[in-house]
């Protein structure tokens, strides 16, 4: 599903970044742009950001 119609990004490359080790929403931001033109995606990209950590393996995060 897309978050971020803006730069066309969707929840699984939100999960992909944070199996990548992202784990903020600046660092979601800088890899992959959400957040910068409209802003709407905010919300969204925050509630797919804290999906993605609770089901991501501990470790991927064990550094935020």
Known sequence: MYICIC????????HNAVCNGAC??????QCL?????CGKCGRSTHEELKNAMRTQAPQACASC
């Not at 742009?33 to 033109?37: A, D, F």
């Open 7 to 14: 730069q066309g990004v969707t929840d699984k490359q939100i």
């Open 24 to 29: 903020s929403m600046r660092e979601l931001r």
């Open 33 to 37: 742009g959400v957040v910068e033109q």
